[in-house]
């Protein structure tokens, strides 16, 4: 299983709780690089970021689905505890930088503020916890989870820090193939429209008038065609679904350009 970042991620966090299950995990420094292990066969599935409860969307993982040939095959939802990690023996008054990923930084920005620390950005959670281990920095402080801080030897100096506790980041589980039907199912594509009036009322009026559940909608533009956008849409039940399988089909008249991305069992 590849996921991006260093051991002890939010994203390895995922992949465990998704298999619950001892697995192999095999970390890489992009997000990009995870859909490669996966698409080469280094790993049998990638676990990748798509939005967080707080912060909205990881857009980069959206463009990588639609670059890629993987399917998605679950989803997983985790609750996320930002924690702030220090080499042992450092106190919160020593502290006047704190490193982590931008958008836990921005999770955090209120309990920072307080701190009078100045925030700086990493790739990554983990890494910045290892980063601080490895650098035996003592006047600056990671914002990681409690995993991090047992992999790192590092004390967690405060739980909880995020601004808001409902902070809950969704992952979808990628590889070579989606899931069979379960009964509890969900389906994501991407599709494009005519760049005119009505074009995207028709295209989901198609899964209006089979009475099948729209759960999100993403519009991301369309690199090289300004003011154009494909629309990544999920919705509940599996392709094989006869209500999905017709919507579907009637999709392709309707739309300009339509992408399966996997249907798979949904996460509560």
């Known amino acids: 299983m590849a996921f991006q970042g260093e051991h002890g991620a939010y994203s390895e966090e995922a992949a465990y709780a998704f298999f619950h299950e001892p697995i192999?995990?095999?970390?890489?420094?992009?997000?990009?690089?995870?859909?490669?292990?996966?698409?080469?066969?280094v790993v049998r599935f990638g676990v990748v970021p798509v939005e967080n409860s707080l912060e909205g969307t990881i857009n980069q993982t959206y463009d990588l689905l639609l670059q890629s040939a993987l399917q998605?095959?679950?989803?997983?939802?985790?609750?996320?505890n930002h924690c702030l990690l220090a080499l042992p023996g450092v106190k919160l008054s020593d502290?006047?930088?704190?490193?982590?990923?931008?958008?836990?930084?921005?999770?955090c920005g209120g309990f920072l503020d307080a701190m009078h620390a100045s925030a700086s950005p990493a790739y990554d959670t983990a890494g910045s916890a290892k980063m601080i281990s490895e650098r035996g920095l003592r006047d600056a402080a990671a914002i990681a989870g409690e995993r991090a801080a047992a992999l790192y030897g590092l004390d967690i100096l405060q739980r909880e820090i995020e601004d808001d506790s409902e902070n809950y980041t969704r992952f979808f589980v990628v590889g070579k193939n989606d899931?069979?039907?379960?009964?509890?199912?969900?389906?994501?594509?991407?599709?494009?429209t005519m760049h005119k009036p009505g074009s995207l009322h028709k295209a989901l009026n198609e899964l209006a008038i089979r009475g099948i559940n729209l759960t999100k909608i993403e519009s991301r533009?369309?690199?090289?065609?300004?003011?154009?956008?494909?629309?990544?849409?999920?919705f509940e039940g599996h392709r094989n679904d006869?209500?999905?399988?017709?919507?579907?089909?009637?999709?392709?008249?309707?739309?300009?350009?339509?992408?399966?991305?996997?249907?798979?069992?949904?996460?509560?």
């Not at 192999?24 to 066969?41: H, I, M, N, W, Y």
């Not at 533009?221 to 999920?234: A, L, M, N, R």
């Open 179 to 192: 899931a069979s039907p379960t009964g509890k199912d969900k389906t994501s594509i991407v599709f494009g």
């Open 95 to 107: 502290i006047n930088k704190v490193y982590s990923h931008p958008q836990a930084l921005a999770q």
């Open 24 to 41: 192999t995990t095999q970390p890489c420094t992009t997000l990009k690089g995870v859909f490669r292990a996966a698409e080469d066969s």
């Open 72 to 80: 998605i095959s679950g989803e997983v939802k985790i609750k996320i």
């Open 242 to 268: 006869k209500p999905c399988s017709e919507a579907l089909q009637a999709l392709t008249n309707s739309t300009t350009f339509l992408k399966m991305l996997g249907s798979y069992p949904r996460s509560d």
């Open 221 to 234: 533009p369309i690199k090289g065609t300004p003011w154009e956008y494909h629309f990544f849409v999920d």
